[in-house]
């Protein structure tokens, strides 16, 4: 049973910088690819960015493309969101999830992943 746990979220503001990580446990992480996603009060959860098994393939949003990176660390398990730049309107509950998926280009929408962490908050005052 795949287990997520998200961290690094905060109250920053307007221009700085946060890394987010995501630990998963009961399973490999080499054996998703890996997503991150975000979700404000009265919308759908929104597809941020995604990462491949091997790294070499990543998909953005493109409110966050040019000023966030995911990335992934087999040995740590764990996968990651850097943003910079922040905004207030990167504020959000930021999810991270994994999609057992084989084939087919990485996935964007909530749907096509199967396990989610809890969420951290992320606030950016302007």
Do not use: H
């Amino acid at each position: 049973q795949v287990q997520l746990v998200e961290s690094g979220g905060g109250l920053v503001q307007a221009g700085d910088s946060l890394k987010l990580s995501c630990a998963m446990s009961g399973r490999t992480i080499s054996s998703y690819r890996m997503a991150w996603f975000r979700q404000t009060p009265g919308k759908e959860r929104a597809f941020v960015a995604a990462v491949s098994r091997n790294s070499q393939t990543t998909v953005y949003t493109d409110s966050v493309r040019g000023r966030s990176t995911i990335s992934r660390d087999s040995a740590k398990n764990t996968v990651y969101l850097q943003m910079n730049n922040l905004k207030p309107e990167d504020t959000a509950v930021y999810y991270c999830a994994a999609d057992p998926s084989l084939f087919g280009n990485l996935r964007t929408t909530a749907v096509a992943y199967a396990s989610w962490g809890q969420g951290t908050q992320v606030t950016v005052s302007s």
